[in-house]
């Protein structure tokens, strides 16, 4: 159920994440729009709406609602745009590629947690293509894509992934060991070129190759 309190919960986080710099009036829309406490467990029902990430099992975490805004500004989606999730986690950013009108396909490669995510995202009218398996290798059978997002901090680039990205296209990707990564956003110039940005330290759960 989607109550009054919560809606007002997200607004209230909403204007938090703006006075933190997120300018882009659609994120913020689609931040507003989702019921983030229908991705967590019931124990965390009472934080959800806190600019925080919490544990939603087999290791994992649902993103800092900052950090998903701050990832999901850098892809600046067009409705239309063809985007792979690298780490569907709990479907929550995933929603918020499909509220920005993305056409998304996402790999997981937690089977529990894929299963539990299919399921919901299906119950909450979300459209999102999800498949199980090992991220670095991507999804060439649907490359290109427009954009690319990895939700989990990798310790390089996959080459199969800049390899997916179309000319012109976007991956935003947090690049480290443990502990801190730097967010990186690359720009595909030609099919060897990358223009490439930095945009500072994140936390990120790690990105693991293989399925579990």
Known sequence: MDTFKHKGLRKKLVEEIRSKGITSEAVLDAINEIPRHQFLDGAFLNFAYEDK???IGEGQTISQP????????LLNIKRGDKVLEIGTGSGY????LFKLGAKVFSIERQKALFDKTKKLLVSMNCTAKCFYGDGYLGLP???PFDKILVTA???YIPDDLKNQLKIGGTLVVPV??????KMYELRKISETEF???EHGDFKFVPFLKEKA
């Open 153 to 155: 901090g990798a310790p």
């Open 66 to 73: 900052y950090t998903v805004a701050f990832q999901s500004s």
């Open 176 to 181: 480290g060991g443990d502990g801190t990564q």
């Open 53 to 55: 990430a919490f544990p």
């Open 93 to 96: 950013q995933t929603m918020v």
């Open 141 to 143: 059978a649907f490359a």
């Open 195 to 197: 223009e490439e940005i």
